[in-house]
C-alpha cells in the first residue's frame, strides 16, 4: 500500500459554540484506502467528518484534500472537490420524495453509479421511490442516505454508522458494496460503531478518544491488538 | 332572475371580480412572503414597500424615460429584484441566526425609510397611470361588463402562482430550494450553493412584489403610501393560510379577496375587518394557519 495522500488531517480542533470538541486530531487517508474510526460515544468522530465537511462551528488546523487545504472553505466547495458525506442521521428530506431525495446531490465527479444501477443494489428505494423521503422506513432511509452520494461521483466517502440498524443481510450487501467500491479506488473514511462490520473492511483503524486520535492500528495488527482494541472500546 | 336576496347580478359579479383582483394581490404577496420565510426565516415586513416600489417604477419609467407598461413588467420587478438582492448581502444575510424579531424589525425599519424616502421626492398624494390601450376597455360576458384589465390582473397573478408553484413543486431547481429550506447546512454539504441560493430566493420573492406594484399601477393611485395599507390585509392572509406552504398562500389569497368582495355587497360596514376576523377564529382553532405546520 504506497498509493498517494488523499486526505491529510493535522491538529484539527473544532468547536460547537463554545465547547471544544476535537483536541488536535492527526490522520491520512491514502487513494483507494478505507480506514475506519472507531471510538466510545461522545468520542468525537462524527465531529471529525462534520469538521471536514465544514459543518461544525470554528475549526483550525489544517486538511488536505488531494493536495487543497480545504480548512477554510465553504461546505459547498469542499463537496464540489469530490466528497461525499452520508450523515449520523441520515439527514432525508421529508419535502423531498425518495427518489427526489436520490437525485438532489449534484455531481460532483465522474463515474457515479446510475439510477438504475443504484434500484438494482436497492429495490426497496425503487418501490419506494414516490414515497414521501421520512415515510421510508430507517433501514430504506439509511440504504437512500447512501444510495445518494454514490450517484455523484464523489471519489472520497465520508460514511458515518451506515451498518447500525439495517437487517444482517443488508450490512452484509453494504459490505460488499464498500468492496466494489474499493476495487474501483474511492477513498473511504468509515465511521462505525460495529466494529465486526468495519474490521474486515478497513485497511487501517484509528481509535479515537477525547477528541484525539488514541491508536492507530493496521490490519495485519488486528489480531495482535484485539484485546486492546475490545478494552478502549468498551466492547 | 337579475338579483340574488335583493342584489342585482350584475352588482353581484362586478364585486366578485373585485374580491378575485384583490385575491390576486394578495396571493402574489402572500407567495413572495412564504418563499422568503421559508428560505430566509425572515418575516419581510418591507414587502409592502417593495411592492410600492414596483408600481412607482413603472410610473417612473414612464414619466421620465417614455417605457411603457410592458417593458415594465419585466424591467419594474428586475429592479426590485435587485434592489432585494442588495437587502440581502447588505443586511439580512447578517441576521439568519437570529431570532425572527431581528429580521422583521430590520425589515420594518426598511419599510419606512423607503416609504419616507418616495415620499420625500413625491408627496403623499397618488400619481395616476393609465391602462394600456391593449387592456383598456371592457369585455361583455352577456350577463355583465368584464372590464379586460381586471380580468388581466387575475389572469397574470394566477400565472406567475402557478408558475412558481409548479417550479418549487416538481422541478429540479425546486428540490434544491425545499431541500435547503428544510435541511440548509446539510443541502451545502452535498455542494449545492446554498448561499446563493437565499440571496435569489429573497430577490425573486421581492421580485414578485414589485410585479404585483406594476399590475396594481393602473388600477389605484401610485404612491409611497400604497404599500402600507396593502401589507396589513397581507400579513393577515399569511397568518391565516399559515407560513410555508406555497399552494396555501395562493388559495388563501384568493379566497379572502372573494370573501372580502361578498361581504362589501352583502354586510359593507364588516368588509375591511372581515379578514382580521376570520383571521381571529382561525387561530383560535388552527394556530399554525389552514394549511401550515405545527412545529
Ligand atoms: N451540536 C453540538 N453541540 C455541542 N456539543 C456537541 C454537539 N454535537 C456533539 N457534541 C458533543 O461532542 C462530543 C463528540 O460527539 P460526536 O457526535 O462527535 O461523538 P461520536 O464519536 O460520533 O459518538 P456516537 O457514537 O455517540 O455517535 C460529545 O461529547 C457531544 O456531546
Ligand atoms: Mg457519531
Redesign the pocket.
Known amino acids: 500500500m504506497s498509493g498517494t495522500e488523499y486526505l491529510r488531517v493535522s491538529d484539527l480542533h473544532a468547536f ?2 463554545e ?1 471544544h ?2 483536541h488536535g486530531i492527526d490522520f491520512t487517508v491514502r487513494k483507494g484506502e478505507c480506514i475506519s ?1 472507531l ?12 469538521a471536514i465537511m465544514g459543518l ?1 462551528g470554528k475549526r483550525t488546523g489544517s486538511i488536505m484534500l488531494n493536495g487543497r487545504e480545504v480548512i477554510n472553505m465553504a461546505s459547498h466547495r469542499i463537496a464540489q472537490l469530490g466528497v461525499g458525506y452520508c450523515p ?1 442521521e441520515r439527514g432525508i428530506y421529508s419535502s423531498l420524495s425518495c427518489e427526489e431525495n436520490l437525485l438532489l446531490p449534484p455531481q460532483v465527479g465522474s463515474g457515479g453509479m446510475s439510477l438504475d444501477e443504484l434500484y438494482e443494489m436497492f429495490p426497496n428505494l425503487k418501490e419506494r421511490r414516490n414515497s414521501q423521503g421520512t415515510r421510508l422506513s430507517g433501514g430504506e432511509q439509511q440504504m437512500l442516505a447512501m444510495a445518494r452520494i454514490l450517484r455523484t461521483g464523489a471519489k472520497l466517502l465520508l460514511l ?2 451506515i451498518s447500525e440498524g439495517l437487517a444482517p443481510v443488508i450490512v452484509q450487501k453494504l459490505g460488499e458494496i464498500i468492496r466494489t467500491l474499493k476495487e474501483r479506488d474511492y477513498t473511504i473514511v468509515l ?1 462505525e ?1 460495529n466494529f465486526r462490520f468495519a474490521a474486515p473492511l478497513a485497511d487501517r483503524m484509528f481509535v ?1 478518544e477525547h ?1 484525539q486520535i488514541a491508536a492507530e492500528i493496521a490490519q495485519h495488527e488486528l489480531q495482535d491488538k484485539l484485546p486492546y482494541l475490545q478494552e478502549m472500546l468498551g466492547v | 332572475m337579475t338579483d340574488f336576496f335583493g342584489v342585482p347580478l350584475p352588482a353581484l359579479f362586478g364585486q366578485l371580480v373585485l374580491g378575485l383582483v384583490n385575491g390576486s394581490f394578495y396571493a402574489v404577496l402572500s407567495l413572495g412572503l412564504a418563499v422568503i420565510f421559508g428560505m430566509l426565516n425572515i418575516i419581510n415586513f418591507a414587502h409592502g414597500a417593495l411592492y410600492m416600489m414596483g408600481a412607482l417604477f413603472t410610473w417612473m419609467f414612464m414619466e421620465y424615460l417614455g417605457i411603457g407598461y410592458w417593458w415594465s413588467l419585466v424591467l419594474a420587478p428586475l429592479s426590485v429584484g435587485i434592489i432585494g438582492i442588495a437587502i440581502e448581502r447588505l443586511l439580512l444575510q447578517w441576521l439568519y441566526k437570529l431570532d425572527h424579531l431581528y429580521g422583521l424589525l430590520l425589515t420594518f425599519g426598511l419599510a419606512l425609510i423607503l416609504e419616507g424616502f418616495f415620499r420625500h421626492l413625491y408627496g403623499v398624494a397618488g400619481q395616476p397611470y393609465s391602462i394600456p390601450d391593449e387592456l383598456s376597455g371592457a369585455i361583455n360576458l352577456g350577463f355583465m361588463f368584464l372590464p379586460k384589465y381586471r380580468a388581466w390582473i387575475i389572469f397574470a397573478s394566477l400565472a406567475v402562482c402557478l408558475v412558481t408553484w409548479y417550479v418549487i413543486e416538481k422541478t429540479r431547481l425546486g428540490a434544491y430550494l425545499r431541500a435547503a429550506t428544510e435541511n440548509p447546512a446539510l443541502t451545502q454539504a452535498f455542494g449545492i450553493n446554498v448561499p446563493l441560493m437565499v440571496m435569489l430566493t429573497y430577490g425573486f420573492g421581492v421580485g414578485l412584489a414589485g410585479l404585483a406594484g406594476v399590475l396594481a399601477a393602473p388600477a389605484t393611485q401610485v404612491g409611497p403610501l400604497m404599500g402600507s395599507n396593502l401589507i396589513i390585509t397581507v400579513f393577515a392572509v399569511v397568518v391565516i393560510g399559515g407560513m410555508g406552504s406555497i399552494l396555501g398562500s395562493i388559495l388563501t389569497g384568493l379566497g379572502l379577496g372573494l370573501i372580502e368582495g361578498l361581504t362589501k355587497v352583502f354586510y359593507p360596514e364588516a368588509s375591511a375587518t372581515v379578514v382580521f376576523i376570520i383571521m381571529a377564529i382561525v387561530l383560535m382553532f388552527r394556530p399554525a394557519g389552514l394549511f401550515g405546520r405545527e412545529k
Open positions: 460547537y459554540g465547547s470538541i476535537l474510526l471510538g466510545r460515544n461522545g468520542a468525537g468522530r462524527t465531529t471529525t467528518l462534520r461544525t449520523e458515518d454508522e465511521v460503531q479515537v477528541g
